[in-house]
């Protein structure tokens, strides 16, 4: 859990991590690191036949047995993973639980598991509060917990809040646990079980099954979700394989694809080279190619879906748009604080930066290590350098001697799951000291404090440690600081820093109130993509005008650049140029298709609406955000969008209506209150109206737009004195 976060929408935000979490069971301690980046559409195509690249692109799902009759051993092994076993239906076999009358006692709910008829139930709260019986229908992982889904009426399939400790006895195996042990749930609170915050449909299903289609219908608030296998199968990493199984009956030797839609070649015919001085390992050949951090990305990113269907090879950027290091999701220095699932961690690395691929540690088919313990780094580093007392300073064989303890400290989530961090950090006790993040020496010495662990290093070493996380003192300022938009500029620049710290400090740039067109446009020329996107979404806070240096993103090779591109530039977008307008309306119609992607979210539907609004379509942003209103009554964004496009469209009676039936649903609503409060006074009940503006105004006395207008109506009320006074 973060700190500082005290409303209920930072409530939400402060918790979405462990809500990802507590529907994403799939071991990412030895999972997440075998993947490594993606290859551009179409690689790898230029010498293959048009008759085999068009079957690779008619392509269907087999499903994993289909391949066992070649690659048996492969298949053994990924038989025994957490990937095989991600979603499972509940059989005897696979559910791991205590369902012989066992009960656990959470919130005064009492729920108990019972196996009945052959079916396994949990009696619980349900969505009214009643105890109810509930038939599950899946397991979801397997190690160190497992979950279980229960599907409600249309389709809602939702993740139970209890879970079972898989981890064997004694190992500190707790049996029955509920996942929010220090929150008190009922079923009006969004992370309760049945609400959509641990929906399957939404939350998890892309992740722990193969192929997966949400089919969702807006009309019935129902799901039809399919999948082409019901766990993450061989062709969640490999694509469709109904080619490659064509292939291997005809040994076709003019396809080198092999029928495959990508091939994991980032590898082969490369070494790992050691410097004779200094002992660092340098690859034999430079990674030119982005293949396996794409695939694996698509489940191992803290990222949204913005389109169904991504095939391996495809482009990661072209489906998903993932975090950057923001807080509450990562601490100042990039270390990850939120569930960020791996790959923005991965990114900052210098193993990253050299070349490493995930599968260079992991095995991607059993996902267990390559080699144990500290033999899996001595693969490309000196062991005679580093796996010694005059390197780590601890006792050969102690914990403080294993790498990943000082190099990847764990962080828990879902109460027992210790997740290692993939941004290989140098402990950094000092910067705990100066900036309050953590470090890997004090999570181990918990009786000492930080200090003391940083005078230890400078004792060892002469002076403070030295790592690459030397963005952290600028990330940490207080935001709006006018102090650190250099030094953020800085950042933004440094083509020597990893692409992800440059566009997060692009983004903490604009989020300041601090972007300005030349950094903006420098970053929407970059060669990576990542920085193209923070352009993208930096280029909302510029002025109206400065935003057509977003112009060439229209037509990036990135769907979520093209499309974030197009949200930013939409103020503007009736005063293009002829030739600019076409790509604008092409990419700002795939914005669209994503929003509607999600029509599931009453977020999605007050974007959608936002977005027709400024496109001028009022009759269909209204019905957008009346959707958004028939998933959540008490969605406060979705009033006050609605409202304000009825009041360009000259239904202020319609705009204080609807205004007035949001404020019973949330009466302590600062922004309803001062929408309703306008709507009152454009009406000319400048009295009624000022009473709202004086609540919103101490509902909220941080938003000084409140207040401000709260003094004008008092001063137009002819209480001057009293409008001066507050305005002091």
């Given at each position: 859990m973060t700190d500082g976060l005290g409303s209920d929408s930072a409530r939400l935000v402060r918790r979405r991590g462990m809500l990802l979490a507590a529907v994403l069971v799939l071991g990412l301690g030895g999972v997440a690191a075998w993947y490594a980046l993606s290859q551009r559409p179409g690689a790898g195509?230029?010498?293959?036949?048009?008759?085999?690249?068009?079957?690779?692109?008619?392509?269907?799902?087999?499903?994993?047995?289909?391949?066992?009759?070649?690659?048996?051993?492969?298949?053994?092994?990924?038989?025994?993973?957490?990937?095989?076993?991600?979603?499972?239906?509940?059989?005897?076999?696979?559910?791991?639980?205590?369902?012989?009358?066992?009960?656990?006692?959470?919130?005064?709910?009492?729920?108990?598991?019972?196996?009945?008829?052959?079916?396994?139930?949990?009696?619980?709260?349900?969505?009214?509060?009643?105890?109810?019986d509930f038939e599950v229908k899946y397991t979801f992982g397997v190690y160190p917990l497992q979950q279980y889904l229960v599907e409600l009426p249309g389709g809602h399939v939702q993740a139970l809040p209890v879970a079972w400790d898989a981890r064997p006895p004694g190992s500190g195996s707790r049996g029955w646990f509920h996942l929010y042990p220090d929150e008190k749930l009922d079923h009006r609170d969004?992370?309760?079980?049945?609400?959509?915050?641990?929906?399957?449909?939404?939350?998890?299903?892309?992740?722990?099954?193969?192929?997966?289609?949400?089919?969702?219908?807006?009309?019935?608030?129902?799901?039809?979700?399919?999948?082409?296998?019901?766990?993450?199968?061989?062709?969640?990493?490999?694509?469709?394989?109904?080619?490659?199984?064509?292939?291997?009956?005809?040994?076709?030797?003019?396809?080198?694809?092999?029928?495959?839609?990508?091939?994991?070649?980032?590898?082969?015919?490369?070494?790992?080279?050691?410097?004779?001085?200094?002992?660092?390992?340098?690859?034999?050949?430079?990674?030119?190619?982005?293949?396996?951090?794409?695939?694996?990305?698509?489940?191992?990113?803290?990222?949204?879906?913005?389109?169904?269907?991504?095939?391996?090879?495809?482009?990661?950027?072209?489906?998903?748009?993932?975090?950057?290091?923001?807080?509450?999701?990562?601490?100042?220095?990039?270390?990850?604080?939120?569930?960020?699932?791996?790959?923005?961690?991965?990114?900052?690395?210098?193993?990253?930066?050299?070349?490493?691929?995930?599968?260079?540690?992991?095995?991607?088919?059993?996902?267990?290590?390559?080699?144990?313990?500290?033999?899996?780094?001595?693969?490309?580093?000196?062991?005679?350098?580093?796996?010694?007392?005059?390197?780590?300073?601890?006792?050969?064989?102690?914990?403080?001697?294993?790498?990943?303890?000082?190099?990847?400290?764990?962080?828990?989530?879902?109460?027992?799951?210790?997740?290692?961090?993939?941004?290989?950090?140098?402990?950094?006790?000092?910067?705990?000291?100066?900036?309050?993040v953590p470090n890997a020496c004090s999570s181990c010495h918990r009786e000492s404090s930080a200090q003391w662990a940083a005078e230890q290093v400078r004792g060892w070493l002469g002076r403070d440690a030295r790592g690459s996380e030397n963005f952290a003192a600028v990330f940490a300022a207080e935001p709006g600081d006018p102090s650190q938009v250099g030094p953020l500029r800085d950042l933004t620049g440094d083509v020597a820093r990893p692409a992800i710290v440059r566009a997060s400090a692009l983004v903490r740039l604009a989020e300041a109130g601090f972007a300005d067109a030349d950094t903006v446009a420098a970053a929407a020329r970059d060669g990576d993509a990542i920085l193209r996107l923070a352009a993208a979404s930096a280029g909302d806070r510029l002025p109206p005008p400065d935003r057509r240096v977003l112009t060439p993103l229209l037509r990036d090779d990135r769907r979520v650049v093209r499309t974030e591109a197009a949200r930013a530039m939409t103020p503007i977008a009736g005063s293009l140029p002829d030739d600019v307008r076409p790509a604008w309306?092409?990419?700002?119609?795939?914005?669209?298709?994503?929003?509607?992607?999600?029509?599931?979210?009453?977020?999605?539907?007050?974007?959608?609406?936002?977005?027709?609004?400024?496109?001028?379509?009022?009759?269909?942003?209204?019905?957008?955000?009346?959707?958004?209103?028939?998933?959540?009554?008490?969605?406060?964004?979705?009033?006050?969008?609605?409202?304000?496009?009825?009041?360009?469209?000259?239904?202020?009676?319609?705009?204080?209506?609807?205004?007035q039936k949001g404020l019973e649903q949330l009466p302590e609503a600062a922004s309803l209150h001062h929408a309703l409060g306008l709507a009152l006074v454009r009406q000319q009940d400048v009295a009624g109206g000022t009473l709202h503006l004086a609540r919103a105004a101490a509902l909220a006395p941080d938003v000084p737009r409140y207040t401000y207008v709260h003094a004008v109506a008092l001063d137009s009320l002819g209480r001057r004195d009293e409008a001066v006074r507050i305005l002091r």
């Open positions: 195509d230029d010498d293959v036949g048009a008759k085999a690249g068009e079957a690779r692109a008619r392509a269907t799902y087999v499903g994993s047995e289909q391949c066992a009759s070649c690659h048996q051993g492969t298949m053994n092994g990924w038989r025994g993973s957490q990937h095989a076993r991600a979603m499972q239906h509940a059989t005897p076999e696979n559910v791991l639980g205590d369902f012989d009358d066992a009960k656990l006692d959470y919130n005064g709910v009492t729920t108990q598991f019972v196996h009945r008829d052959g079916r396994f139930i949990v009696r619980t709260d349900g969505p009214t509060g009643e105890l109810q969004e992370l309760h079980w049945t609400r959509r915050q641990q929906n399957w449909n939404f939350m998890c299903a892309d992740c722990h099954s193969t192929d997966v289609r949400k089919n969702y219908d807006p009309a019935t608030d129902s799901y039809a979700t399919a999948f082409a296998e019901i766990s993450v199968g061989c062709e969640s990493c490999h694509g469709p394989g109904s080619a490659h199984v064509d292939w291997a009956h005809r040994r076709d030797a003019s396809d080198p694809t092999l029928g495959l839609q990508v091939q994991f070649h980032e590898r082969r015919e490369v070494a790992w080279l050691r410097d004779a001085t200094t002992g660092l390992p340098r690859r034999s050949q430079p990674r030119t190619t982005s293949i396996e951090l794409d695939v694996c990305a698509q489940c191992h990113a803290r990222r949204a879906q913005v389109a169904e269907g991504y095939r391996p090879g495809r482009s990661f950027l072209d489906h998903y748009l993932p975090s950057l290091l923001t807080s509450p999701l990562y601490h100042a220095d990039g270390q990850q604080r939120d569930e960020v699932f791996i790959w923005g961690s991965w990114l900052q690395s210098r193993m990253h930066q050299a070349g490493v691929t995930c599968s260079d540690c992991h095995d991607p088919h059993t996902q267990k290590l390559r080699a144990p313990g500290n033999a899996v780094c001595a693969q490309c580093h000196d062991a005679g350098r580093y796996d010694t007392s005059d390197h780590h300073r601890h006792p050969q064989g102690s914990t403080g001697a294993q790498c990943a303890e000082c190099h990847m400290p764990r962080e828990t989530y879902m109460v027992i799951d210790g997740r290692r961090d993939h941004s290989m950090r140098v402990p950094r006790p000092d910067q705990t000291v100066a900036l309050g309306e092409k990419a700002a119609d795939e914005y669209v298709a994503t929003l509607r992607q999600t029509a599931d979210r009453p977020e999605s539907n007050v974007a959608l609406g936002t977005h027709l609004a400024m496109r001028g379509r009022g009759e269909e942003a209204t019905a957008a955000f009346a959707a958004a209103l028939r998933l959540d009554p008490a969605h406060e964004p979705a009033y006050v969008n609605a409202a304000d496009v009825m009041r360009a469209g000259g239904r202020d009676a319609d705009a204080v209506a609807l205004l």
